[in-house]
């Protein structure tokens, strides 16, 4: 079992930058790929960026290529999302996931661990 809570979501202004950080229970958190989704008011859950176990390999929605970036702290058993160049459309709630299986996965359902989400929003 491995809790994941995530912290570092508020209220910011479009243009500015926002960094989620996840923390992970498990001491094997470095088996475990990383994703970060989000879900907006009213929309699905939609997929952000995921990470590999050793964090060498990342990919990413075209929505936040080049604005937002995933890494990971093996050590400090954590995951973080830097949000740069935020817009009202960044509005959700952001959730990190861990898989215990499989290769820098982009779906919810092959995620095994949800934290319980944090709020991210831009203002116009």
């Known amino acids: 079992q491995v809790q994941l809570v995530e912290s570092g979501g508020g209220l910011v202004q479009a243009g500015d930058s926002l960094r989620l950080s996840c923390a992970a229970s498990?001491?094997?958190?470095?088996?475990?790929?990383m994703g970060w989704f989000r879900q907006a008011p009213g929309k699905e859950r939609e997929f952000v960026a995921t990470?590999?176990?050793?964090?060498?390999?990342?990919s990413s929605a075209d929505s936040v290529k080049g604005r937002f970036t995933i890494s990971r702290e093996n050590t400090k058993n954590t995951v973080y999302l830097q949000m740069n160049s935020l817009k009202p459309e960044d509005t959700a709630v952001y959730y990190c996931?861990?898989?215990?299986?499989?290769?820098?996965?982009?779906?919810?359902?092959?995620?095994?661990?949800w934290g319980q989400g944090a709020q991210v929003t831009v203002s116009s």
């Open positions: 996931a861990a898989a215990q299986s499989g290769y820098l996965r982009t779906r919810g359902d092959d995620y095994d661990y």
């Open positions: 498990a001491g094997t958190f470095s088996r475990y790929g």
């Open positions: 990470i590999s176990r050793s964090g060498a390999s990342t």
